[in-house]
């Protein structure tokens, strides 16, 4: 038996900037999907929570094509001498901005080139988890995939990245409140490139302004001030909300966190639904806080960056 699992993500500081090559700051949760590889006589992979079984020897949905994708590059890589049962698990929300489908991807195919004797190399992955984005989202940023493959905190920028090299304090944990809203991210990335191109004098201002606030929020990382680093989360939420891509849900989430104890608070994700993070001390995140989301049927996790990547279980 094989068993890999790679970490969901959350952006710190990046949505919507990346797609004009502004650099972002995305950071590995201790949120997993894990991948267990059963030897079989076919080819099947399956997910109780998600909710499918697909056979891969058979026409297979659309939606789960990426699959058969991932599985198509690494019998170019490797002989494919036995047949397999792939079963996925994952406590990452789904299609909420926190890379499900990039951490899926990513342990699926660590797995199979494990089953199947070759080694997994970093490199190998990414490139065919990206692959498998590219079928799922159609022109993804590659951050999902890159930041679930090799973890840490990235200070990233479109087929680049650097290592952003620090101890994350004991007593500063982020928030997540998942709203539950369903949202295209493609079509709410479209919607933000219409505006842009409407008002590209406008427009070309703010993404500088916000180019100025990631190269200031990589330097208060670096140097451990977590307070700055909050207020820049804040100015980037400004920044979020002039793109079009909040709402009212989204808004009070964002504020209840502030006025309960947040360093800093913002959208994390393409927006219009998906998730909103929060930064805490961890003497400052109250239990009602949470019960107060709970209560609203927003489902709250509390995680850390961490600096591992995909690996075996």
Request: glycine residues 8%; positive net charge; hydrophobic residues 40%.
């Amino acid at each position: 038996m094989i068993c890999s699992e790679a970490p969901g993500k959350i952006i710190l500081f990046g949505e919507h900037f990346v797609v004009k090559n502004k650099p972002a700051i995305v950071t590995a949760v201790n949120l997993y999907a894990r991948t267990i590889i059963k030897e079989y006589n076919g080819f099947k992979v399956e997910s109780k929570q998600m909710g499918f079984t697909i056979d891969l020897n058979k026409p297979v949905p659309r939606e789960y094509s990426h699959f058969i994708e991932i599985f198509k590059l690494i019998s170019v890589k490797t002989s494919i001498s036995k047949g397999f049962y792939a079963i996925i698990d994952s406590n990452i929300p789904v299609a909420s901005g926190m890379g499900s489908s990039a951490a899926t991807a990513v342990s699926l195919t660590h797995a199979l080139l494990s089953y199947y004797g070759f080694k997994p190399e970093y490199s190998l992955v990414n490139e065919i988890a990206y692959r498998a984005e590219e079928i799922v989202h159609g022109k993804p940023s590659g951050v999902d995939n890159t930041v679930s493959t090799y973890g840490g905190l990235l200070f990233y920028r479109k087929n680049s990245f650097e290592r952003i090299s620090i101890k994350w304090p004991d007593e500063i944990v982020i928030l997540v409140v998942d709203t539950g809203i369903k949202r295209n991210t493609g079509e709410v990335v479209r919607k933000v490139l219409e505006l842009y191109d409407k008002y590209v004098d406008i427009y070309s201002g703010i993404y500088s302004v916000y180019e100025k606030l990631v190269f200031e929020a990589y330097k208060y990382l670096v140097h451990g001030d977590f307070h700055r680093l909050g207020e820049l989360m804040n100015i980037n939420q400004s920044l979020l909300e002039s793109l079009n891509i909040s709402n009212s849900v989204l808004e009070n989430i964002v504020y209840a966190m502030r006025e309960k104890g947040a360093l800093g608070s913002k959208i994390s994700g393409a927006g219009q639904g998906g998730i909103v993070i929060g930064l805490f001390k961890t003497s400052d995140l109250k239990n009602d806080l949470i019960h107060e989301f709970n209560s609203k049927g927003f489902k709250t996790y509390i995680v850390k960056p961490i600096n591992t990547g995909v690996k075996n279980c």
